[in-house]
């Protein structure tokens, strides 16, 4: 095995194991907020790595522009969507969590 | 290499599986919404890594390109459409 396919090796497993953490993070993390928070930055991360990896496997030009493309995209993707998804729920309402239970303010009416 | 390849495939899966779980429970729409999202982002990265293991990447890089695309426009239609229900005052959730 040559140096750069150790590499490879290494930024996969680390990239698949940041995307499993954030499975867990989304699974059982206690509201919707902290959930996001799981979603938005480990997959972001974990998918750059996985294919930081494969790019280090070589191949012909087109193959590098497409990784480097699908990076790209999920680069600009997945933060936009995440800032959706947050907006869509302070709309509707959802109040965050917050340790103990306690009240965190006064409820807001949805919409506001 | 192909087995690190297929051991970064199987715990993908395996993360899969446990978002699997959220989209089930939910308990709200969103929740739902946050879990398959991210289940579209492990999709574009199984597809790559399938595509390496098969020996045609070029290929399967294109199907994740497309993939990438729609599931960040299906995610935006989607928060979209609840956003205008919210907004005009209708109901979002199904009644338990």
Same mark, same amino acid.
């Given at each position: 095995?040559?140096?750069?396919?150790?590499?490879?090796?290494?930024?996969?497993?680390?990239?698949?194991?940041?995307?499993?953490?954030?499975?867990f993070g989304?699974?059982?993390?206690?509201?919707?907020?902290?959930?996001?928070?799981?979603?938005?930055?480990?997959?972001?991360?974990?998918?750059?790595?996985?294919?930081?990896?494969?790019?280090?496997?070589?191949?012909?030009?087109?193959?590098?522009?497409?990784?480097?493309?699908?990076?790209?995209?999920?680069?600009?993707?997945?933060?936009?969507?995440?800032?959706?998804?947050?907006?869509?729920?302070?709309?509707?309402?959802?109040?965050?969590?917050?340790r103990?239970?306690?009240d965190?303010?006064?409820?807001?009416?949805?919409?506001? | 290499?192909?087995?690190?390849?297929?051991?970064?495939?199987?715990?993908?899966?395996?993360?899969?599986?446990?978002?699997?779980?959220?989209?089930?429970?939910?308990?709200?729409?969103?929740?739902?919404?946050?879990?398959?999202?991210?289940?579209?982002?492990?999709?574009?990265?199984?597809?790559?890594?399938?595509?390496?293991?098969?020996?045609?990447?070029?290929?399967?890089?294109?199907?994740?390109?497309?993939?990438?695309?729609?599931?960040?426009?299906?995610?935006?239609?989607?928060?979209r459409?609840?956003?205008?229900?919210?907004?005009?005052? &209708?109901?979002?959730?199904? &009644?338990?």
């Amino acid at each position: 095995m040559s140096v750069l396919e150790i590499v490879a090796a290494a930024a996969i497993g680390l990239g698949s194991l940041l995307m499993l953490a954030t499975a867990f993070g989304v699974a059982v993390f206690p509201d919707f907020y902290t959930r996001l928070h799981a979603a938005g930055k480990g997959d972001t991360l974990g998918q750059a790595l996985v294919l930081a990896g494969l790019l280090c496997l070589g191949g012909d030009l087109t193959l590098v522009v497409k990784l480097v493309l699908i990076v790209f995209f999920i680069f600009i993707f997945n933060p936009t969507a995440t800032h959706a998804l947050a907006r869509a729920g302070w709309v509707s309402g959802i109040v965050p969590w917050v340790r103990g239970g306690q009240d965190p303010g006064a409820p807001r009416e949805p919409g506001a | 290499m192909p087995v690190a390849l297929a051991a970064a495939v199987v715990v993908i899966l395996l993360g899969v599986l446990v978002l699997l779980r959220r989209v089930i429970v939910g308990p709200r729409l969103l929740d739902r919404v946050v879990a398959v999202n991210v289940i579209g982002t492990k999709t574009i990265i199984l597809l790559a890594l399938v595509g390496y293991l098969a020996g045609r990447p070029g290929f399967f890089l294109d199907i994740a390109l497309s993939y990438a695309l729609i599931n960040f426009v299906g995610t935006i239609a989607v928060l979209r459409y609840y956003e205008g229900r919210v907004r005009r005052g &209708e109901p979002v959730e199904e &009644e338990a």
